[in-house]
């Protein structure tokens, strides 16, 4: 129930639901907590920024690889999201640059604004990051999609590879 009250005042997106949602931030449940953290990226607001930018900074790479999808969800609403989520598709922990890459890609921006990133990320050295790269090239970088992804349909990684065929055969012809 509690996790299902997280989601619904993140869905409500308004400052007010901050403080609730910070105190779920405690609970002794791990899924509350989680959907807690991501109602803070849909409310957005300084206080809850505050929030996901401190848990960005924990020494835990879960930690910081949620924060990284929650905030992706705030890069509109404040202008310390962008320079953090720089920093965390560079972060030393790989399940942290593809959840950056993956909380990027759920937010309705069709700017083509993180594309330089992602062409970045499609050279990094873990194939879990270029599949994700695969995958979300399409929302992420519509402009230069597909030559990134002409370029992971050659990579030495088997699941890099059938990623990047796979989006390229949905790209329109």
Do not use: C, F
């Amino acid at each position: 129930m509690r996790a299902r009250v997280a989601y619904a005042l993140g869905r409500l997106s308004i400052a007010a639901a901050t403080p609730a949602l910070l105190r779920l931030l405690d609970d002794p449940d791990r899924r509350v907590r989680d959907q807690a953290r991501d109602a803070l990226g849909s409310v957005g607001s300084p206080t809850a920024v505050d929030a996901l930018l401190a848990e960005a900074s924990n020494q835990d790479p879960r930690l910081r690889a949620q924060a990284a999808k929650a905030l992706a969800k705030a890069a509109d609403s404040d202008p310390r999201v962008a320079p953090r989520l720089m920093l965390l598709s560079q972060d030393d922990d790989a399940t942290v640059r593809a959840a950056t890459l993956s909380g990027l890609a759920t937010v309705d921006d069709h700017s083509s604004r993180w594309a330089p990133l992602v062409a970045q990320l499609a050279n990094d050295p873990d194939p879990t990051v270029r599949q994700r790269v695969a995958t979300v090239a399409h929302h992420l970088a519509p402009n230069n999609v597909s030559d990134i992804l002409r370029r992971l349909a050659d990579d030495p990684d088997a699941t890099v590879r059938q990623a990047a065929e796979t989006q390229l055969n949905r790209l329109p012809k």
